[in-house]
């Protein structure tokens, strides 16, 4: 089956600092990637969509100088949070999609971010 | 604006009791229904979808709507299904999911 890689799976930076996630379909080309954002005991709440070498389309009130995605390549796809604060504490989930007409979206493990 | 609830944050049953999990929904247009579900431990994965009106792990689920609805059912509960499950709809793409705040289903034995 279709497997979705993250990296790190966690981890910890001080505030301030900019932090990198990689999103990697395994074994499939995505031509889309979702990035999603859940607080503790709350839902996943997508932040932007990206489709492979265009910009990312972001969901209303999530800044997008803050968090800057690029899906340079059909299977990477990478979230850079910058300039981190401890509210940007959260567990960050991509998921990809390998476009026509599946709508399946297969999601990675989800990398926790702790900013202290 | 979209939205999605379902209303049971927790639901318990007991093995081999039939088990709804209710969703409802507020989406423009005429959107595509999914139901995720993510077991212990593991990452969300698709349960099933309304286009494909198949049957997973036993659980089918109805979209109604009239009533903007896509409740999840199984007549007969495994302890296996114990999970959380989320309900999603998107829009005709695929694309702009909006996910409910999930149900946790506990299956006792």
């Known amino acids: 089956g279709a497997v979705v890689s993250q990296h790190p799976s966690r981890v910890i930076c001080k505030s301030g600092t900019s932090v990198k996630i990689e999103c990697r379909s395994l074994?499939?080309?995505?031509?889309?990637m979702f990035w999603y954002r859940q607080f503790p005991k709350q839902s996943l709440m997508l932040m932007a969509t990206?489709?492979?070498?265009?910009?990312?389309?972001?969901e209303q009130g999530v800044e997008k100088d803050k968090f800057l995605i690029n899906h340079a390549s059909l299977t990477l796809s990478t979230l850079t949070v910058t300039s981190a604060h401890p509210e940007d504490s959260s567990f960050y989930i991509c998921?990809?999609?390998?476009?026509?007409?599946?709508?399946?979206?297969?999601f990675g493990p989800g990398t926790r971010l702790t900013v202290t | 604006a979209q939205r999605v609830t379902q209303p049971e944050k927790l639901l318990s049953v007991f093995k081999g009791a039939p088990v709804e999990l209710k969703c409802n929904y507020s989406?423009?247009?005429?959107?595509?229904l999914f139901w995720y579900v993510q077991y212990s431990r593991q990452r969300l994965q698709l349960l099933l979808r309304h286009i494909s009106r198949e049957s997973i792990k036993g659980f089918t689920a109805d979209l109604n709507k009239g009533e903007t609805s896509f409740h999840l059912k199984k007549p007969f509960a495994q302890e296996e299904d114990s999970a959380m499950y989320y309900c999603a709809p998107a829009d005709n793409y695929g694309q702009n999911f909006v996910f409910g705040p999930g149900t946790r289903l506990s299956v006792l034995p």
């Open positions: 990206s489709n492979e070498g265009s910009k990312a389309t972001y």
């Open positions: 998921s990809a999609r390998s476009g026509g007409y599946s709508y399946e979206q297969y």
């Open positions: 074994d499939f080309q995505a031509t889309t």
């Open positions: 989406y423009s247009g005429s959107p595509e």
